[in-house]
């Protein structure tokens, strides 16, 4: 019943109401500049307008983002259409009129608008892109969009915005909170189809937004129209023969949307994307990493009568599952044993039930339930038990112990540690895990080198992994548009979660690296805020009230196994203010200045991993084990920005932004030497410093082509990139000679994802249906171009010491450009488009790591120093034999034989093909809507 209960609740997932904004402007007589009275303003294929004041001001609030047409009327005048005009979320759009005379009625005067290019009311660093933007270019999936913006890299850790951790970033879907609690990572990735416009907001974001130090990435989703329509979309590179081209991609997209009924008030959308390839890994070449995604999302909405609200379901599932190429550590270790190399599955639910109301035509109540599911199962696959399931392509992989995750929940605590652990372990087990190894003289048998200590060629990979999170989440707000000035904005967020983490990181030994936990936190926040349009200044100014209760405990002194005193921790409340405004020069400039304090609650592994007693007590054996800290305090940041916009003329725009942040309690690993057993804890004890500038030019497109350009300065430093890195630096440096301690760095340094200079350009050219030559009508060629200055990194000997400061060199920056070029084709009501999508068009070599002996992406730097004398005869009768290494055919695998085989072994191990971005690769597409 329970099963039935939750597929129903997924099926109907709720997803929050989509953003609004608002329009503005004033309507005048086109032959003597008065103000009209009572003109009618109203928003066309909805019920939402407004009349005019004694000042011929009209304002129209709470209007869904999308792009509209907007018809003035009055009586003894013609009437006047504005086509193109575009909504963003919390941004005011002008709308101005220009009325003229008229006793004979005629039809409307129709104006194609353009999307303004500076946007007056914004205070803060807003990238918004829209549904039809997206189209154009060569991308395959909503993220990408995001690392297009300006401030934004992205590393072998995540995307950072200005010079934050990945983890720093909020991802909001229709307002619901999409970030997995357990690595503060995005959990929901919403496919093209369903996006209306997703905003990158990268400095001041409002008190409305929480849970981000760096950024907030807000989707808001497509919603049906008046009328049917859809699209259908298909693209492959399988029509390419070798795997230079052909990777095996295909990618299926749908959707379709409108009313119910004609003129229906009930409107619905759906859309769905499945996507598969033979090698999802970015590498310099193919390399063998199926995958197999799907997702589906729908949409509901029923407009009140008289425009008074909207009552809006929705839902989003995603499905991710794949398979590594490079082992848990990103080396080779194990491509020749891949069948065993840990599999990933994974599944995303989102989803709200939203009820927006207006009780006066200034005023509007928005309640919104959110529910969110994520599971990620990472384990060895059960091939045979597939095998015994006929287990079909389509289907989730089966893992060994895959009954697992299900028994956890119905288990007591006390008999979790013996499935997690001794089941695992025992060979009489059908889903147990064989120790693999590379060392042994039966890891050479299925080597294709005659030299051990770099394949597994047996057994089973180390990781056997379930974790999950529900989020039940709820918002309340009230915002009133009070005249043509204020917008008042108050409201409440609530986040009861629910978080678990099964983990046996080697589960053929009984002391493993294992954990569990199953947590329910709470979250919870108050906020009012106030936006001020004077005639003069635009002002945001709010606060916000943050609640965190972890319910989390652990043991008060973790190294003594005979203190069994358990410590809770009190909630954690906090308090941000958040101010921005813009000056507005001119009509098409602007300067603009935000200031805030911004929290967020630490992840939830870094709160319970290991804090559970039965979990401490054994991993403290193996000494250098992570323990969770129930006492994290949240982390902080406070950043100032100031910009200036000014739109050169009617097709061109300019922008500076610099910005300036610092960044507090950062968590890291602290060794804490305790007897009898030291172990190592996270806490709050790093810090970072991050500054920069933003230059940017657009050109609209106009006379066929436009751009947008942005250039990035930023120096981002601090005393440590993640919260792991003290722990693996005590692996290769020494303690202090006097204190014997391992200190944690108290000197800023560049951040692993420091990157100096980046460019992002877009380039557009579009030809008419009417365009002079024929062949090229109906066309659109877009590229990306972007620059990269490239990453620092530590250089070392080969002992490891460290050859200057931290960070000190830098890799290689490189240059990318991506294209799409597409064609149209319209037969009777149908639109046709043939595509192609480019990527790296010039097949420009592109390093994304390198080796810190040598700074190389392809060799360390020892082979030279490995000798004949580290090798001796190895006979036929012995078990290390390898025929691999008998050149000869004598049955004796003598030094040099041995020294040649470890030297190609070697030579292999090193030359990582994920030290590079792909090269040259084409796919072509199909597309049909209507």
């Known amino acids: 019943m329970r099963r039935i209960y939750w597929g129903v609740a997924l099926i109907c997932t709720f997803a929050l109401a989509t953003g609004m904004g608002r329009i503005q402007g004033k309507v005048i007589d086109e032959s003597d500049g008065t103000p009209l009275i009572g003109v009618n303003v109203v928003v066309e294929g909805t019920e939402i307008g407004a009349s005019t004041d004694d000042n011929g001001v009209y304002v129209i609030p709470f209007v869904p983002v999308g792009t509209y047409e907007v018809t003035a009327s009055y009586v003894g005048y013609n009437a006047v259409t504005k086509k193109n005009i575009t909504v963003m979320s919390n941004q005011t759009t002008f709308v101005d009129f220009k009325l003229a005379p008229g006793v004979i009625i005629i039809e409307p005067v129709v104006v194609v608008e353009e999307k303004p290019i500076v946007i007056r009311t914004q205070t803060q660093t807003t990238h918004i892109s829209t549904s039809e933007e997206i189209k154009k270019l060569p991308i395959s999936e909503i993220n990408q969009i995001i690392t297009l913006q300006a401030g934004v890299s992205t590393s072998n850790l995540g995307t950072h915005i200005r010079g934050g951790r990945n983890t720093e970033v909020a991802y909001y879907v ?72 052909n990777f095996g991609y295909n990618q299926y997209e749908l959707s379709i949307g409108g009313g119910v009924l004609s003129k229906s008030r009930l409107r619905y959308f759906l859309s769905g994307e499945s996507y598969l390839t033979d090698a999802h890994q970015r590498a310099e070449y193919k390399i063998p990493s199926p995958r197999f ?33 490079s082992d ?49 199962f990472y384990a060895v696959r059960d091939l045979e038990e597939e095998e015994r399931q006929n287990r079909k392509w389509y289907d989730d992989y089966i893992f060994k112990a895959n009954h697992f995750p299900q028994k956890f929940f119905e288990l007591p605590d006390s008999l979790i540690k013996s499935y997690l652990i001794d089941s695992l372990a025992d060979p009489d087990m059908p889903y147990h895990y064989e120790e693999f190894e590379r060392s042994t003289a039966r890891s050479l048998r299925r080597n294709p080198f005659g030299a051990t200590g770099f394949y597994y060629t047996v057994g089973d990979d180390r990781m056997w992994r379930y974790f999950f ?26 986040i009861f979660q629910n978080v678990g983490w099964f983990d046996n990181n080697l589960p053929w030994t009984l002391m493993p690296f294992w954990d569990r936990y199953n947590k329910n936190p709470v979250k919870g926040a108050i906020f009012v805020q106030d936006r001020m349009d004077f005639q003069g200044i635009i002002t945001r100014i709010g606060v916000r009230l943050d609640y965190f209760d972890s319910k989390a405990s652990g043991l008060k002194n973790p190294s003594d196994i005979t203190d069994s005193t358990v410590i809770e921790t009190p909630p954690k409340i906090r308090l941000s203010p958040r101010l921005g405004f813009s000056l507005p020069i001119t009509e098409r400039s602007k300067f603009r200045f935000n200031y805030g304090h911004f ?84 806490q709050n004890l790093d810090y970072g410093n991050v500054k920069g500038i ?52 108290r000197i800023d340094y560049w951040l692993d994802f420091d990157e100096r200079h980046i460019v992002n350009a877009t380039l557009g050219f579009e030809s008419p249906d009417n365009f002079i030559l024929i062949p090229l009508r109906n066309m659109t060629s877009d590229f990306i171009f972007s620059y990269h200055s490239g990453f620092p990194y530590t250089p070392t000997d080969t ?33 046709f488009i043939l595509f192609a999508n480019i990527y790296n068009l010039f097949n420009t070599e592109q390093i994304t790591s390198v080796y810190s002996t040598t700074g190389k992406p392809d060799d360390d730097g020892q082979t030279s120093t490995v000798s004949i004398g580290q090798f001796s005869n190895i006979t036929l009768t012995s078990s290390y034999y390898t025929p691999q290494a008998d050149y ?19 030579a292999l191990y090193y030359n990582n093909p994920l030290h590079w971005n792909p090269g040259f690769r084409m796919r072509i597409g199909i597309g049909m809507s209507f």
């Open 694 to 745: 933003e230059l940017t030019l657009k050109k609209r497109m106009m006379d066929y082509w436009a751009f947008d350009i942005s250039y990035t300065l930023q120096f981002a430093k601090g005393t440590a990139s993640s919260a792991w890195q003290n722990y693996y630096n005590i692996y290769l440096e020494d303690p202090d000679p006097i204190t014997g301690k391992y200190p944690i760095p």
């Open 469 to 494: 999170n529900r989020d039940y989440q709820f918002n309340f707000s009230y915002t009133n548009a009070i005249g043509e000035i204020h917008e008042f904005k108050t409201g409440f967020n609530a």
């Open 799 to 831: 002992k490891g010491n460290k050859l200057g400061d931290d960070n000190s060199s830098r890799m290689p920056g490189y240059i990318n450009v991506d294209a799409n070029i597409t064609k149209g084709i319209t037969i009777q009501k149908l639109n």
């Open 888 to 906: 000869n055919h004598d049955g004796i695998n003598n030094p040099y034989e041995l020294r040649e085989e470890y030297v190609k072994a070697r």
């Open 328 to 376: 848990i550590w990103g080396e080779m270790s194990m491509i020749y044993h891949l069948d065993h190399r840990a599999a990933e599955l994974r599944k995303g639910y989102l989803g709200s039930l939203t009820f927006n109301y207006m009780p006066t035509t200034k005023s509007i109540i928005e309640a919104k339930f959110g529910y969110t599911k994520n599971t990620r």
């Open 599 to 682: 929290y967020q609650t630490p992840t939830s592994h870094d709160l319970y991993r290991s804090t559970e007693p039965e979990v401490v007590w054994l991993l403290l054996r193996r000494y250098n084990s992570v323990i969770g800290n129930p006492n994290l305090t949240v982390e902080k940041t406070i950043a100032y920005e100031m910009g200036y916009e000014n739109q050169l003329s009617d097709v061109f725009a300019l922008g500076f932004i610099a910005y300036y942040k610092d960044i507090y309690d950062l968590i890291q690993t602290q060794k804490i030497d305790a007897l009898p057993y030291a172990y190592y804890q996270v």
């Open 174 to 245: 229709d307002g619901v909170l999409a970030k997995a609690p357990h690595y503060g990572q995005q959990s929901i990735q919403v496919n093209k189809e369903a996006v209306e416009e997703i905003g990158i907001i990268t400095g001041g974001f409002d008190a409305e937004y929480g849970e981000a130090l760096s950024g907030v990435v807000n989707i808001v989703t497509r919603e049906g129209g008046d009328k049917t329509s859809g699209s259908l979309r298909y693209t492959t590179d399988e029509i390419f023969r070798g795997d230079k081209l």
């Open 293 to 325: 995604d799907y997702k589906t999302q729908g949409k509901l909405s029923y407009r009140l009568p008289n425009a008074k609200g909207k009552i809006i379901l929705s839902g989003f599932y995603q499905r991710e599952m794949f398979q590594y190429y």
